[in-house]
């Protein structure tokens, strides 16, 4: 049963709906102050269709357009919600790009760059590594490290592949706000 256009949305649907993890719009909302779900009890979230629209927006402009998380926060503070809530649209207005972007932009790719880890490519293991099957949950109490179900020759999976790459942008967002925190500067 398909829910009515003004229909309320739960994170799992509009995650799949954008497809966006859900973790990366939890972590939009604590970045653009302009995202306000409504949360139930237990904290449950329940996207309007205004929202929907913003994270649309958004996700347009930050893999898109190529903003930053910055970029698109000055054009939120500057243009507003409502221009952002359309500019996902077929013909709509664009945002005009200022020297700042073109900064914050080449600031982020230095970031992603040394935050790098290795320059061995995502998603290759080193041959003497074996292939991991996944695991059955731990007893309760008990804690496992994570693993990542592999395919042959050692490759991860594309899910895993794109996991992996979420959280490696998400850590170079926080290093970038670690940093500007210890330099006394937000």
Excluded: N
Excluded at 113 to 118: G, H, K
Aim: glycine share 6%.
């Amino acid at each position: 049963m398909e829910k009515a256009p003004e229909a309320f949305r739960t994170i799992s649907e509009v995650a799949d709906d954008l497809d966006i993890p859900q973790h990366v719009l939890r972590f939009w909302e604590s970045r653009f102050a302009q995202i306000k779900p409504m949360k139930r009890g237990g904290g449950r979230r329940y996207y309007r269709p205004d929202d929907i629209a913003l994270l649309r927006g958004i996700r347009h402009l930050l893999y898109g357009q190529g903003y930053t998380i910055r970029g698109v926060q000055r054009i939120l503070r500057e243009q507003g919600v409502r221009f952002v809530q359309t500019v996902w649209e077929q013909g709509a207005e664009q945002p005009l790009r200022s020297s700042e972007d073109a900064a914050d932009a080449e600031a982020a790719a230095e970031e992603m760059e040394e935050a790098a880890p290795s320059r061995r490519p995502l998603g290759r293991l080193r041959p003497s590594e074996p292939e991991v099957e996944p695991r059955r949950p731990a007893p309760r109490g008990e804690r496992r490290e994570p693993t990542f179900a592999t395919r042959p020759h050692g490759a991860l999976a594309p899910t895993d592949q794109q996991t992996l790459q979420a959280a490696l942008a998400e850590l170079a967002e926080c290093r970038r706000v670690l940093d500007a925190a210890m330099d006394g500067t937000s």
